[in-house]
């Protein structure tokens, strides 16, 4: 069989599709609403077929490239809990998800992913959507699962928890296995972050590495219609202080060697992470490019598949769509 290929819609920064690329797939069409993400997306890969365009407003017969595709990837905004349903944009979310499943009618993967939070496959808030999901897909004959990972279990640096449906066709869903994790033990921001701090000299980049010695809370990327960056909410922003950092801002470089890191004295004499350390958390490589001004930048990252999560599940889809079909389980 000869590459596997995708189609990535609401493809941000890059972080699903990169995963899939490390994975073996190459990709036919991505495309995005942000015209910043879509820069992002040029700028590291030049040669991928980048459009800018709504999902919601995609018509995949301008598009012939979509079709006959091994597998529809969305990384789709996250959907938000009932407490938050009145607000303005409420329902975007919502129908964003439907139109990757009308999505899957048009161009028939062989099939489908979709990335999103924990909440979207197990809290009752959604389950309209996994009841249609589950409709229209069992009759175009695909096999869905649904299952939460963790990118602490990929080698992220982070505890981020993603919510996950695979849809396969029949032929192929009995050979589909959740991935495993890959890493024994996981990374520390210290482990992850230590080399970068220490760049411009800062004396106490080894120390600091040391203290933050456990993975990050998620990373939030907020809202188009919010304040600047910053990591998280309160309780994400306590964490960060336990291990000597001003979560509360970023910064627009790391630490010089004149820098006095002293948290007891407060969030002044704390560091603060750049987008590229923050990406870094998410799991991109360092050469990977995120494009725009800083809280831009820093929003594309934090609403970023990171690319270990990414590469893991292309894997077992790919093991799933190449591999031999299974052999019942004993008994």
């Not at 991928?48 to 490239?65: A, M």
């Not at 069992?138 to 279990?153: F, I, K, R, S």
């Not at 695979?166 to 033990?185: C, D, H």
Request: aromatic fraction near 6%; charged fraction near 25%; proline fraction near 8%.
């Amino acid at each position: 069989m000869g590459e596997l290929t995708f189609v990535d819609v609401c493809s941000g920064a890059g972080g699903l599709a990169l995963g899939l690329e490390q994975a073996g797939f190459a990709p036919r069409l991505l495309l995005d609403e942000d015209a910043q993400t879509v820069t992002t997306l040029k700028s590291n890969r030049p040669e991928w077929n980048v459009l800018h365009t709504d999902l919601l407003d995609f018509d995949p017969q301008d598009h012939t490239e979509s079709h006959d595709v091994d597998l529809l990837a969305a990384g789709l905004p996250r959907v938000k809990s009932s407490a938050t349903a009145g607000r303005v944009d409420s329902g975007v979310e919502e129908r964003l998800l439907e139109a990757t499943v009308y999505l899957a009618h048009a161009i028939r993967p062989r099939a489908v992913l979709i990335e999103n939070v924990p909440e979207l496959f197990r809290s009752d808030d959604h389950l309209a959507f996994r009841d249609f999901a589950h409709k229209e897909l069992d009759h175009l004959g695909y096999e869905l699962v649904w299952l939460v990972v963790d990118a602490v279990d990929f080698g992220v640096p982070q505890r981020r928890k993603h919510g996950i449906m695979v849809a396969l066709e029949r032929a192929s869903a009995g050979r589909f296995r959740a991935p495993e994790p890959t890493v024994a033990e996981p990374t520390t921001v210290g482990a992850a972050l230590g080399p970068s701090m220490g760049v411009r000299g800062w004396p106490d980049a080894a120390r600091w590495a040391a203290q933050a010695d456990q993975p990050a809370p998620t990373l939030v990327g907020g809202s188009k219609n919010r304040g600047g960056a910053d990591l998280g909410p309160t309780r994400a922003k306590q964490k960060w202080a336990t291990m000597g950092v001003n979560a509360h801002t970023v910064a627009d470089r790391v630490p010089g060697p004149d820098f006095v890191w002293n948290p007891d004295l407060g969030r002044d004499h704390m560091v603060k992470l750049t987008v590229e350390q923050a990406a870094l958390i998410q799991g991109f490589p360092p050469e990977w490019r995120i494009e725009g001004l800083k809280t831009a930048r820093y929003r594309q990252v934090g609403h970023a598949t990171p690319p270990p999560v990414a590469a893991a599940l292309g894997r077992a889809i790919a093991e799933a769509l190449n591999g031999d079909p299974a052999v019942p389980a004993a008994g």
